[in-house]
């Protein structure tokens, strides 16, 4: 299991094959250190990647020095925690396609124990949002429910800083690695959050974000809670994603209702209308987590 162990965290760290990749070779080898005896040809057969991807994949698995990256890792206080490890997360667990190593910087406790609740919303969320999260986040901190989301612009950053501002407790997902903050306006909050609450990630911290990371990372914002509030949003946007996954995950959503002639409400107005329930107040969510 230990060697397993290393050998995931190698494997994370070679480039060509993706989450799929990685996860058709786990499934086909038990012992993942043997997949250093197979040939381009044999590695390509299993992973389907292309050509050129496993040439870069072959090529990383034979030269990539991860002793050297573990050893910078934790000379600055970076974790990591791998699928098969005991304290991996049990809800993130079982959701599709569950990251096979994350990377942790801060409080790893939080990742156990306590109710979780996502919160989501726009990038672009007004005052509605601001006032409904300023009212409700110090009553859910209250009784120790941790905050997750996702650092972004507009709801997420609301949501951690008013977890941060009731003295409650808060995780950040990011969308790349813990060098590269984004956006740049939350390197602060971020900073802070690596000090005195959790961030986490699935890519390494050298690694850029990249547009499609996004909507990907959302299915652990929702994967890690135990359901996921959403204020406001557009329809076909990030926030309507993340519900998406929660929904499959069989998460509950919970939506923040608004007027039909706000863009921003249109999608949570039709979430609603599809079943997920409407908040009305802080008690719909305390009955919804059971605190």
Same mark, same amino acid.
Request: hydrophobic share 35%; glycine share 8%.
């Given at each position: 299991?230990?060697?397993n ?8 760290h070679c480039r060509?094959?993706?989450?799929k990749?990685?996860?058709r070779?786990?499934?086909?080898y038990?012992?993942?250190?043997s997949?250093?005896n ?9 992973t389907?990647?292309?050509?050129m991807?496993i040439?870069?994949?072959?090529k ?5 020095p991860s002793h050297r990256?573990?050893k910078l ?6 974790e ?6 005991d304290?991996?997360p ?7 396609d569950?990251?096979?190593l994350?990377?942790?910087? =801060?409080?790893?406790r939080?990742?156990? =124990?306590s ?6 919303g726009?990038?672009?969320a007004?005052l509605?949002t601001?006032?409904i999260?300023h009212n ?6 209250e009784?120790e429910v941790?905050?997750?989301s ?11 800083k ?5 003295g ?6 990011l =969308? =790349? ?14 900073g802070y ?9 699935e ?10 990371h996004?909507p990907?990372?959302?299915?652990i914002?929702s ?9 406001e949003?557009?329809k076909?946007s ?10 499959n995950?069989?998460r ?9 002639y706000?863009p921003?409400?249109?999608?949570t107005?039709t ?15 305390f009955s919804?987590l059971?605190v």
């Amino acid at each position: 299991m230990k060697d397993n162990r290393r050998m995931l965290f190698h494997i994370h760290h070679c480039r060509g094959i993706g989450i799929k990749g990685i996860k058709r070779l786990i499934e086909s080898y038990r012992h993942l250190h043997s997949i250093f005896n197979l040939s381009p040809t044999k590695l390509q057969q299993i992973t389907t990647a292309s050509s050129m991807n496993i040439e870069l994949f072959y090529k990383d698995l034979h030269s990539f020095p991860s002793h050297r990256y573990m050893k910078l890792y934790e000379e600055n206080d970076i974790e990591w925690i791998t699928l098969f490890d005991d304290d991996y997360p049990e809800l993130l667990k079982n959701v599709y396609d569950p990251p096979f190593l994350l990377f942790l910087k =801060g409080d790893r406790r939080l990742l156990q =124990g306590s109710t979780k609740l996502a919160v989501i919303g726009s990038r672009n969320a007004t005052l509605y949002t601001e006032k409904i999260l300023h009212n409700m986040i110090p009553q859910l901190t209250e009784r120790e429910v941790v905050i997750v989301s996702g650092l972004a612009k507009g709801a997420d950053t609301i949501a951690h800083k008013e977890a941060i501002r009731s003295g409650g407790e808060t995780i950040g997902v990011l =969308g =790349g690695g813990f060098q590269h903050i984004y956006p740049r306006q939350n390197v602060d909050l971020a900073g802070y959050m690596m000090n005195h609450h959790l961030l986490i990630s699935e890519y390494p911290p050298y690694t850029k974000p990249e547009k499609w990371h996004f909507p990907f990372r959302n299915r652990i914002i929702s994967g890690l809670s135990d359901a996921v509030l959403v204020t406001e949003a557009r329809k076909k946007s990030g926030t309507f994603i993340t519900a998406d996954y929660a929904l499959n995950e069989g998460r509950e959503v919970l939506c923040i209702p608004g007027s039909i002639y706000d863009p921003l409400a249109e999608g949570t107005n039709t979430l609603i209308q599809e079943g997920a329930k409407m908040v009305l107040s802080i008690e719909d969510i305390f009955s919804e987590l059971h605190v």
